[in-house]
């Protein structure tokens, strides 16, 4: 059987950042988070990595981020664009942001045939959250059972603002049963809670969320690409729609054409979604190397 493949979405505007925050360095010696996401995944056994980027920064990247580990893993790149390519669309208003994270996996149909994760290149996860999921990928994967790392809320949130959560459902047996995008997630002395609509939900700090730590068989880009060619042919006019992984899995979850695996992590998450989050992050990860979690450097 094939090692499972990585597939880092790194095509993201970082518009709250105020950068691209993919070739930052966080790490203290100039590590990016990718540089860990790809560590970790080598480590837990993975024999490829994917790079979704936009084209007009490839050079860039390569030069800051991939090419120090391109002899370390198989490394290929897929290229996000604005535009949809889908037949039978009138001509697309003009967008200011790519399709989505459903639409930047689907541009690598081509590259990946083998059971593959879905993470955000500017997520710290963890290498326990990739050995569970290379572990699922090798052992339990199927063209109708995926998983998804549930990781606790408490441990993904901002201390500078609020953020966006996909909170999950699960069944008895840890089955996803319905993810609920929520958008103003924050934490005061009372608790969690958000604020979506002007109107306070209370939130449980473990309650497991969705960082978008997907594992899938090589089978989902059949269903991704009829779901992506419907959505497109209902908000070709909307310029700021967007096409979320968890669209698709809640519609194959409600029809029972699959089911997800939730692999619950304990785990602190760490990102960067806003400037300020830069310096906690650079602190956490200093410690992982103090502690010999990471040599130092980390290549």
Request: glycine share 8%; proline share 5%.
């Amino acid at each position: 059987m094939k090692k499972p493949t990585l597939l880092l979405l790194a095509a993201g505007m970082g518009s709250r950042y105020g950068g691209l925050k993919q070739l930052d360095a966080i790490g203290p010696n100039g590590e990016t988070i990718i540089d860990y996401s790809v560590y970790d995944a080598i480590q837990a056994g993975f024999g490829k990595v994917v790079f979704v980027i936009r084209e007009s920064f490839a050079e860039e990247f390569k030069e800051k981020v991939s090419d120090k580990f391109k002899d370390k893993i198989n490394v290929e790149f897929a290229f996000q664009s604005l535009n949809a390519n889908v037949p039978g669309i009138p001509s697309e208003p003009k967008r200011e942001k790519p399709w989505g994270t459903g639409h930047a996996v689907l541009v690598a149909r081509n590259i990946i045939d083998e059971p593959f994760a879905v993470a955000n290149a500017d997520d710290f996860y963890g290498r326990s959250s990739y050995k569970a999921m290379a572990d699922f990928l090798v052992n339990r994967v199927s063209p109708d059972s995926f998983s998804m790392i549930g990781f606790e809320l408490g441990k993904t949130l901002s201390l500078n603002g609020s953020v966006s959560r996909g909170v999950c459902e699960t069944s008895s047996e840890g089955l996803l049963q319905s993810v609920l995008e929520r958008t103003k997630i924050s934490k005061d002395e009372t608790g969690v809670f958000d604020l979506e609509d002007g109107q306070r939900v209370d939130l449980k700090e473990n309650v497991p969320v969705s960082m978008n730590l997907w594992g899938f068989h090589a089978k989902f880009f059949e269903t991704l690409d009829n779901h992506f060619t419907t959505f497109v042919k209902n908000n070709y006019t909307k310029p700021r729609s967007e096409f979320y992984i968890p669209l698709v899995v809640n519609d194959l979850l409600l029809s029972k054409q699959a089911t997800v695996e939730v692999l619950p992590s304990s785990a602190q998450w760490y990102g960067v979604t806003y400037q300020e989050d830069k310096s906690t992050v650079q602190s956490a990860l200093t410690a992982l190397h103090e502690n010999n979690t990471y040599p130092s450097p980390l290549w």
